[in-house]
């Protein structure tokens, strides 16, 4: 059973950053296509950032909301897979989930942004 642990939430004022990290266990994390999802209250889960993985490399993919602001990576050798936000706005706040994609394994338990002056 895989097991997702999220951390590095917090609160931040609008045009800050903040560093999430994830990290999966019990599984073969290399394989898998690994997303970042957010859930704003009263709002559906979405994927706001990805990254493939396979035998050419990986590549990265974003929602056209943090494209530019955040980016995406990943460490197979330790299973972890990161989201560097920058520049964020209040729209941001939100719960965010790592998992791969379309989200096969458990949810973790997430980790609260929060952007707010």
């Known amino acids: 059973q895989v097991q997702l642990v999220e951390s590095g939430g917090g609160l931040v004022q609008p045009g800050g950053s903040l560093r999430l990290s994830c990290v999966a266990s019990?599984?073969?994390?290399?394989?898998?296509?690994m997303g970042w999802y957010r859930q704003a209250p009263g709002k559906q889960r979405e994927l706001v950032a990805w990254?493939?993985?396979?035998?050419?490399?990986?590549?990265?993919n974003y929602a056209g909301s943090v494209k530019g602001r955040f980016t995406i990576s990943r460490d197979n050798a330790k299973n972890t897979v990161t989201l560097q936000m920058n520049s964020l706005k209040p729209e941001d706040t939100a719960v965010y989930y790592c998992?791969?994609?379309?989200?096969?394994?458990?949810w973790g338990q997430g980790t609260q942004v929060t952007v707010s002056s």
């Open positions: 019990g599984s073969i994390f290399s394989i898998y296509a």
């Open positions: 998992n791969t994609v379309p989200g096969s394994w458990d």
């Open positions: 990254s493939t993985s396979d035998i050419s490399g990986s590549s990265t």
